[in-house]
């Protein structure tokens, strides 16, 4: 089945510097790429996501392009905040992305600390 | 509307108990999850419903019963559970059929449930 693989951490940042958090994939078919972020004490919210080879998702301030021929969706920012501190999953439909519901199978997380 | 609502947030249970999780969503999704979620861990996927029907049982054990009594509820009935099925329990809804949204699970903020 697909599977994910992603650093893990804890990642230690200071304010304002550039984050990368790597994401490469197995997958069978045209899965869909994810990245959801989870707070302390809170469910996972989705930050930005990819369902083709070379899109660009992104969001507040967060990017990640599907790149096929490395398998790949690494997560990066330009200048993080405080408030970035939280857990990051990368993911990725279990199945081909037909329409159907197969749910999504996640990395392990990241853990990103960002200190003031 | 575009929230997940989980109840109750927090559950107490000895394993001799009898109890139920909800999950309630109006955005239109004929497909719903459940997904554990234990300390430091990703979610792991249990159940998937498809237009209310059980597609997906990832081998979970009996002592736990799936319900999808309508297309906007889902619960998950509890019955003589073991201290290590302590977690954080999650719901997720998505839509069905072609377009953007396909594959992408929103999620409601967990149950978190404590066995003794």
């Known amino acids: 089945g697909n599977s994910v693989t992603q650093m893990e951490g804890p990642v230690t940042l200071s304010e304002e510097a550039f984050l990368t958090i790597n994401c490469t994939y197995t997958?069978?078919?045209?899965?869909?790429l994810f990245w959801y972020v989870q707070y302390p004490g809170e469910g996972l919210q989705l930050l930005l996501k990819a369902t083709k080879a070379d899109d660009k998702g992104s969001n507040k301030g967060f990017e990640a392009t599907y790149r096929k021929e490395t398998t790949s969706f690494h997560l990066e920012k330009g200048s993080v905040q405080v408030s970035d501190s939280a857990v990051y999953f990368c993911a990725l439909t279990r199945g081909d992305s037909g329409g159907g519901a197969d749910g999504l199978t996640f990395g392990k997380g990241t853990h990103l600390i960002i200190q003031p | 509307d575009t929230e997940v609502t989980q109840t109750p947030k927090h559950l107490v249970m000895g394993m001799t108990n009898k109890k139920s999780l909800k999950c309630e969503q109006h955005?239109?999704?004929?497909?719903m999850y459940w997904y554990k979620q234990k300390a430091k861990k990703p979610p792991e996927l249990m159940f998937v419903y498809s237009y209310e029907k059980l597609s997906i049982n990832e081998s979970v054990p009996s002592r736990f019963s799936p319900e999808c009594p309508n297309s906007s509820l889902l619960n998950l009935h509890l019955h003589a559970l073991q201290p290590e099925d302590s977690a954080l329990y999650l719901c997720a809804s998505s839509p069905l059929g072609t377009g953007g949204l396909v594959g992408e699970l929103f999620f409601g903020e967990g149950s978190r449930l404590t066995v003794l």
């Open positions: 997958a069978t078919g045209y899965p869909s």
């Open positions: 955005m239109g999704h004929r497909a």
